[in-house]
């Protein structure tokens, strides 16, 4: 029987894969989940000790998308999908002593994380239109990796348009050209004169309005949806099996932003994957660690940091775990996000408070912490680390005692996305790898737009393929 999927605030249909994936937001504002959670047994866990990437993924992917995608379309959506991971085991997992290791999830064409859900869910979404026979108009507002991983997933694809907003001259020069030197005629890099927040509020703007979502059938690629955090629950797995599950517990140390990332960890334990602790690792942005020391989640100014990935204020997906937390009382669930946008303040009690700390451990680290990571390892053991994944190292130095062996830390960048910090922190400056390299070396194709929906509206209407 097929899995079905509710939003966390009650109010929005219930939906298959097929729907939850084209719907990216649920209609009342809330995020879905599936109803229950698919449980793997030992045995199956067991059996995934060894078993290549795409295999273990069609393994851990079935039972959420089936019936929607038969086996062997799940198999070669899989296949295509990190045909474009230059590292053969697609997610590596690397020793860096006794007990820590490094899962390096760089390998996919923009050199992040996010490639490996965006990879997939670009064969998806083609996949899916080619049987509908509509057209999808992806709209979405970057600081920086998330817009580069979604053009090089979406680039060329047929019934696809993309439009990605990001502030102009904020994103660094590789991220920037990462965008605007992919010549595909369905990409559309658009330099908006504002902030990061200028441009989310836009793209907000448009998926608000009802008529115009539906003429041009909206999509979004940013990690409230449901497809992308999926496609992460199954790097969980990979990396546990390999070090010992189910017979041994496995610690994950997740340098978080927007909490999509742990989110997936957290998945892949509601599904029986054993997991001791979830270390939540963040930079000067602590309002998750606040939250997790005291059950007040309290915003405050967002400050610049040398991880930008992580520099945000409201996790968007913290609400799928406030859902569980509440027990999945949507009303309450709809209460708190409603507090915590007007008065930019919420608490939960200490019971739920308490049912968090069982899972979730959680740290902070600044600059200054963050180059030390990067030195020290780089001087230890001769690995290079991004400085997000230096956040998670130093983090989970602090907590070490929280965090029961072995402990993965997630590499949620290659290091060479970030030449200027690697060169202060161990005066080197990385290579970027070659095929990157070349595209970088196209020209630049870009749009420069005033912060303005109507304006940015009629842009995205003049250019959508009718
Ligand atoms: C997106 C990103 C993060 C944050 O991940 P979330 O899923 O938003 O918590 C961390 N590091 C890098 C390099 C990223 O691109």
Not at 213 to 228: C, E, G, K
Not at 313 to 332: H, K, M, P, V, Y
């Amino acid at each position: 029987m097929a899995l079905t999927y509710q939003s966390t605030r009650g109010q929005a249909p219930e939906l298959d894969f097929y729907g939850v994936t084209m719907a990216g937001l649920a209609a009342d504002g809330g995020l879905y989940l599936p109803k229950i959670w698919p449980q793997f047994s030992t045995s199956e866990l067991a059996a995934l000790a060894g078993v290549p990437y795409r295999e273990a993924a069609a393994r851990v992917l079935r039972p959420f998308v089936a019936p929607m995608l038969k086996d062997e379309v799940l198999s070669h959506l899989l296949q295509v999908a990190y045909a474009s991971f230059v590292d053969p085991a697609i997610t590596p997992l690397r020793q860096l002593d006794d007990r820590r290791w490094i899962l390096e999830l760089f390998h996919g064409p923009t050199l992040a994380f996010k490639d490996v859900a965006l990879q997939f869910l670009g064969h998806l979404f083609e996949h899916f239109l080619s049987h509908n026979g509509q057209r999808l108009t992806v709209i979405g507002a970057t600081s920086g990796d998330t817009g580069s991983a979604a053009i090089a997933a979406l680039a060329n694809r047929k019934n696809i348009d993309v439009f990605i907003l990001y502030p102009h001259g904020r994103p660094s020069e590789i991220q920037r050209k990462q965008m605007t030197c992919v010549d595909a005629p369905n990409v559309h890099a658009m330099a908006i004169e504002g902030s990061f927040d200028d441009c989310q509020a836009i793209v907000k703007n448009l998926f608000n309005n009802a008529s115009f979502r539906s003429q041009y059938n909206l999509a979004a690629v940013n990690s409230i949806n449901w497809a992308r955090i999926l496609a992460q629950i199954v790097y969980y797995f990979f990396a546990a099996v390999k070090l010992g599950a189910p017979e041994k517990a496995v610690s994950f140390v997740v340098p978080t932003g927007n909490f999509g990332n742990v989110f997936a960890g957290y998945a892949a334990m509601k599904c029986g994957l054993p997991i001791s602790k979830l270390a939540v690792a963040s930079n000067r942005n602590d309002i998750l660690t606040r939250f997790f020391a005291s059950g007040t989640m309290q915003t405050e100014v967002v400050h610049a940091t040398l991880s930008p990935s992580m520099d945000i204020q409201i996790s968007s997906n913290f609400e799928r775990l406030l859902f569980d937390l509440c027990q999945g009382n949507a009303g309450t669930v709809t209460t708190l996000t409603e507090e915590l946008r007007k008065d930019g303040v919420f608490s939960i009690s200490k019971h739920q408070l308490a049912m968090a700390r069982q899972v979730f451990s959680a740290g902070t680290a600044d600059d200054t912490e963050t180059i030390k990571a990067i030195k020290d390892t780089y001087d230890n053991s001769g690995i290079l680390l991004d400085p997000h994944t230096a956040v998670g190292l130093a983090v989970g130095g602090k907590l070490s005692r929280e965090l029961p062996d072995p402990v993965v830390m997630l590499a949620c960048a290659h290091p060479a996305k970030f030449p200027e910090t690697i060169q202060r922190a161990i005066g080197i400056t990385p290579e970027l790898p070659a095929p990157v390299a070349a595209l970088l070396r196209q020209p630049e194709r870009l749009s420069l737009l005033p912060a303005n929906v109507l304006t940015v509206q009629n842009f995205i209407a003049a250019r959508v393929a009718s």
